[in-house]
């Protein structure tokens, strides 16, 4: 069965400071990969998404950037965060290899993000 | 663009009473899916039932059900038998032709003991 996994859980970083966010997913193969944010307890926003290695997609201008250097791979980056970078960070993946099953996207655990 | 609407902020429920949360959306598309995801006090987002646009009949799994009304772009969740571990936010979401999962607000369900 297929799994996904991002760490950290929790992370407390300075204004300022780097960030990397990892995703990983196991038991598929091309899958396509999401990361989406959730600021103050309400809707989730589409930052980034993937088709494939090194094929990615921004949603919205921002201070973030992702990358895919491997197949089931997604990682969420920052040179220097920002107070508004605060959030819950989702990752998610989706079935690449199309059809009817490809259209269900699966959610991590999600990783909290306080910049202060 | 597609557009979800939530328009229940909060909903409350007795245990073991019958809720319904409902849902709207927006599109031009034919073919697309629509979702409900229940996010509990965890935060992780966790699929509840699907529904394909294609497909007539009523998604149902276990105690939850939908009821799809197309040509209404009405896509309501009902949860019957409600539980405790039933409380939590409910997000509705659609997914169309693109790779973008759509979002509503979401309703906050409480369920009382």
């Known amino acids: 069965s297929q799994t996904i996994h991002q760490w950290p859980a929790t992370l407390v970083q300075p204004v300022g400071s780097p960030l990397s966010l990892e995703c990983t997913v196991e038991?598929?193969?091309?899958?396509?990969l999401y990361w989406y944010r959730q600021a103050a307890g309400r809707g989730l926003q589409l930052l980034f998404y993937?088709?494939?290695?090194?094929?990615i997609s921004s949603e919205v201008p921002q201070n973030l950037s992702a990358s895919r250097p491997q197949d089931r791979q997604f990682i969420l980056s920052s040179k220097k965060l920002l107070l508004s970078d605060s959030g819950f960070y989702l990752c998610a993946w989706s079935g690449g290899e199309g059809g009817r099953s490809g259209n269900t996207i699966y959610f991590g655990e999600g990783s909290w993000l306080t910049v202060v | 663009a597609q557009t979800v609407t939530q328009s229940q902020p909060e909903m409350s429920v007795q245990e073991a009473e019958t809720v319904t949360l409902s849902c709207t959306y927006d599109t031009s598309e034919s073919d697309y899916y629509l979702f409900w995801y229940k996010q509990p006090p965890s935060r992780q987002m966790i699929l509840v039932i699907r529904?394909?646009?294609?497909?007539?009949q009523n998604a149902t799994e276990n105690r939850f059900s939908v009821n799809f009304q197309k040509a209404a772009k009405s896509f309501s969740l009902k949860i019957s038998d409600s539980q405790l571990g039933d409380a939590a936010m409910y997000f509705c979401?659609?997914?169309?032709?693109?790779?973008?999962?759509?979002f509503g607000a979401g309703t906050i369900l409480r369920v009382k003991s």
């Open positions: 979401a659609y997914k169309g032709y693109g790779n973008k999962l759509v």
């Open positions: 038991g598929t193969s091309n899958p396509n």
């Open positions: 993937s088709v494939g290695i090194g094929q």
């Open positions: 529904q394909e646009a294609y497909k007539q």
